[in-house]
C-alpha cells in the first residue's frame, strides 16, 4: 500500500488543521493506521492509532485532548484533526498502516510496514 499524507502547512498559534493520509490499494479497511510526528533533531513520536473494523482511538496522554484520528473506509483515508496548536507541534507529519495487526504496541514504528513521506506542519507563535 501506498500512503500519502496532506494538510500540513504554515499557521500560527491556537490555530487548528486536519491532515489527511489517502492509501492506494483495496485493503484500506484492514490496515491499522497511525500517525506520527518528527521534530526538527528528535525522535519520531507516536501520536494516536485508529483501527480497523471497530475504529476504536489510542492515543498517548501527551496527545489525548487536541489530537482526534478518523477514518472513512470508504474514502481510503484517515485523518488527524488538530486543535488550539502550539509551537512545539511543529513536526512531519506521518501516517503509517499496519496489515499484519499483530507486533509491537500500537505506538512502536517498527509495528507499521507502510510510511507516507510526510506533511510539514509549521506553528508560528
Known amino acids: 500500500v501506498q500512503l500519502q499524507a496532506s494538510g500540513g502547512g504554515l499557521v500560527q498559534a491556537g490555530d487548528s488543521l486536519r491532515l489527511s493520509c489517502v492509501a492506494s490499494?483495496?485493503?484500506?479497511?484492514?490496515?491499522?493506521m497511525a500517525w506520527f510526528r518528527q521534530a526538527p533533531g528528535k525522535e519520531r513520536e507516536f501520536v494516536g492509532a485508529?483501527?480497523?473494523?471497530?475504529?476504536?482511538?489510542y492515543y498517548p496522554d501527551s496527545m489525548k485532548g487536541r489530537f482526534t484520528i478518523s477514518r472513512d473506509n470508504g474514502k481510503n483515508t484517515v485523518y488527524l484533526q488538530i486543535n488550539g496548536l502550539k509551537p512545539e507541534d511543529t513536526a512531519v507529519y506521518y501516517c503509517?498502516?499496519?496489515?499484519?495487526?499483530?507486533?509491537?504496541?500500537?505506538?512502536?514504528?517498527?509495528?507499521?510496514?507502510?510510511w507516507g513521506r510526510g506533511t510539514l506542519v509549521t506553528v508560528s507563535s
Open positions: 503509517a498502516a499496519d496489515g499484519l495487526y499483530s507486533g509491537p504496541r500500537f505506538s512502536h514504528p517498527d509495528r507499521y510496514q507502510y
Open positions: 490499494g483495496r485493503r484500506f479497511g484492514g490496515y491499522v
Open positions: 485508529i483501527t480497523r473494523t471497530e475504529q476504536n482511538t
